[in-house]
């Protein structure tokens, strides 16, 4: 990622997380963060990873709902870029959160001396 691709991500971040927070009231917007932004060189595309705390059906509705914004996002995007392309805007769910979530149940069970449980909740031999 090049140094413009970066200020422009944090540019798309910083922007959009300010304009949820105050222009969008949606019911299926649960509690998430915008944990990434990746800029094609050509900034034709924003990857907008999406930290989601929740249940599956939770996260899904989030992610439905940010995309469903997009257009209009992009469109607030506009008037704040100085480029001559507003990226298109791609909600993605990030798993991240998950994983650390489930590092430190791993860690605390071993802390605890209980063998370690696999994904599915099985203890492992």
Known sequence: MTR????????????????ILR?????RLGFFTLSTVNTTPDLSQAKIGVSVMGTEEEKTATIAALTEYAPRMRKHLS??????????????????LDHGFRI?????????????????????N
């Open 4 to 19: 413009r691709t970066e200020r422009v991500g944090t540019v798309i971040q910083r922007t959009l997380s300010e304009f």
């Open 23 to 27: 222009q969008l009231s949606d019911p």
């Open 79 to 96: 008037g704040i870029l100085q480029t001559r392309i507003v990226p298109k805007l791609i909600f993605e769910l990030d798993r991240n």
């Open 104 to 124: 430190d149940k791993l860690l605390l069970d071993i802390e605890r001396g209980d063998k370690p449980a696999d994904e599915d909740g099985d203890e492992k």
